[in-house]
């Protein structure tokens, strides 16, 4: 089961870019990489998911290096309402009977 | 995620009841999951079904079972409630779908549940 490691807490300012790293060091071959976003007391949201290279969607950018031992979440222009705990999770084949796990995450924090 | 449902949203209890709670998905999805939060900690999985006679432990089930009564519900009890399950519970489900080079699983989480066990 492929472990992840993110930073815990992280602090931006409106209109910045943030990005947050994630590093999988035993990423296996069929995984792909997932992030998810909380609001406090809601539960987690799906916001972008890749395999490789880069992916975007009307929310972030996901960028994948050639390795795949790490991936960064890219927000553009963050807003308070960005402020959030972000997880990174790299999915293993459910079929197997592995688990995904949500790690701690990282608490990114904007300010005005 | 309105398609997916929990109740109740907030429930106050004491040592040694038993507590039951609901989670209902109109999405149609076949996998159907129990998370629980405790504060400033990322989420923990309970158990998990792949399918109505699919029933699989997660990392922290002792202490709880579960019920895939339809596709559509999936039930947790606590036999037995405990102060350290005092925590935030969430209901979640995935379609099962298959991507190119792999397989993943995008979850859609209801709006969770409050316990406190006194």
């Known amino acids: 089961l492929a472990k992840t490691t993110q930073p815990i807490s992280m602090d931006s300012y409106e209109g910045q870019e943030v990005n947050i790293t994630c590093s999988h060091n035993?990423?296996?071959?069929?995984?792909?990489i997932t992030w998810y976003q909380q609001f406090p007391s809601q539960g987690p949201r799906f916001i972008i998911q890749?395999?490789?290279t880069k992916v975007t969607n009307e929310v972030a950018s996901l960028f994948i290096p050639a390795d795949r031992k790490s991936s960064t979440l890219s927000l553009p222009r963050v807003s308070l309402s960005d402020t959030a705990v972000y997880y990174c999770?790299?999915?293993?084949?459910?079929?197997?009977?592995?688990?995904?796990?949500f790690g701690g995450g990282t608490r990114l924090m904007v300010k005005p | 995620d309105a398609d997916v449902t929990q109740t109740p949203r907030n429930r106050i209890t004491k040592t040694g009841k038993r507590i039951m709670l609901e989670c209902s998905q109109t999405?149609?999805?076949?996998?159907m999951y129990w998370y629980r939060q405790d504060p400033g900690l990322g989420l923990r999985l309970i158990y998990y079904?792949?399918?109505?006679?699919?029933?699989n432990k997660g990392e922290i089930s002792d202490g709880y079972s579960v019920s895939r009564q339809a596709q559509a519900k999936f039930s947790l009890s606590l036999e037995s409630a405990i102060p350290n399950q005092t925590a935030l519970y969430f209901c979640?489900?995935?379609?099962?779908?298959?991507?190119?080079?792999?397989?993943?699983?995008?979850?859609?989480f209801g709006p969770g549940t409050r316990l406190t066990v006194l």
């Open positions: 979640a489900t995935s379609d099962s779908s298959r991507l190119a080079g792999g397989s993943t699983d995008t979850q859609y």
């Open positions: 035993n990423i296996a071959t069929n995984d792909y």
């Open positions: 890749g395999y490789k």
């Open positions: 999770l790299v999915g293993d084949n459910w079929n197997a009977g592995n688990m995904l796990t």
């Open positions: 999405k149609g999805h076949d996998r």
């Open positions: 079904s792949f399918d109505v006679k699919d029933i």
